[in-house]
């Protein structure tokens, strides 16, 4: 089982500041497939990112995702006040499917 | 509108069992690997169970095997989850969620509730 560990587990910042998220993996993730959720209070999870780099869509530019391997990052270039949510990182090209502990973005 | 919507979620003893179910609409919900997966009460996502297209394949994660039971009914454009032997430790959101083989899981119900307590 591909385990994958996310940091920092709490990030304060600032609407307008830049966001920057990471997903260690415990082995490689078959052809880069790692994906990125956002989760508010309440709601289920939104696909942001896939293939470890693509935006879903309707998703804004302001998510990049970015990494190979086993380290994966997601940047959020501009915080809106909507961004603030838990974010986790999941592989899906291994079996059992896996997410990672999840991020916390709070304002500051 | 594409959109999944659970049911069957509640209170249930320990040892006990419940059916969930998911209804797709909106898109072909024969051609899609299906899963569910849960979020207990302040904790992260689990993968639970996945299913393919004509559900011949099916996978579980070690915590639920043997108890839990995925189906689907592609006339009915429903999935399942036979939820048994249900112990505190299953309480949980549990969502189900369309899986695409190069993108993930690209569409989420809202989740259905269990909570497992005498």
């Known amino acids: 089982e591909i385990v994958l560990t996310q940091s920092p587990g709490t990030l304060s910042l600032s609407p307008g500041e830049r966001a920057t998220l990471s997903c260690r993996a415990s082995q490689s993730v078959t052809s880069r497939y790692l994906s990125w959720y956002q989760q508010k209070p309440g709601q289920a999870p939104r696909l942001l990112i896939y293939g470890a780099s693509s935006r879903a869509t309707g998703i804004p530019d302001r998510f990049t995702g970015s990494g190979s391997g086993t380290d994966f990052t997601l940047t959020i270039s501009r915080l809106e006040p909507e961004d603030f949510a838990v974010y986790y990182c999941?592989?899906?090209?291994?079996?059992?499917?896996?997410f990672g502990g999840g991020t916390k973005v709070e304002i500051k | 509108e594409v959109q999944l919507v659970e049911s069957g979620g509640g209170l249930v003893q320990p040892g006990g069992s419940l059916r969930l179910s998911c209804a797709a609409s909106g898109f072909t919900f024969s051609s899609y690997w299906m899963h569910w997966v849960r979020q207990a009460p302040g904790k992260g996502l689990v993968w639970v169970s996945h299913i393919n297209t004509d559900g011949s394949n099916t996978n579980y994660a070690d915590s639920v095997k043997g108890r839990f039971t995925i189906s689907r009914d592609n006339a009915k454009n429903t999935l399942y989850l036979q939820v048994t032997s249900l112990r505190a430790e299953d309480t949980a959101v549990y969502y189900c969620?369309?899986?695409?083989?190069?993108?993930?899981?690209?569409?989420w119900g809202q989740g259905t509730a269990v909570t497992v307590s005498s």
């Open positions: 999941q592989q899906y090209g291994s079996s059992p499917l896996t």
């Open positions: 969620a369309r899986g695409v083989v190069v993108v993930g899981l690209d569409l």
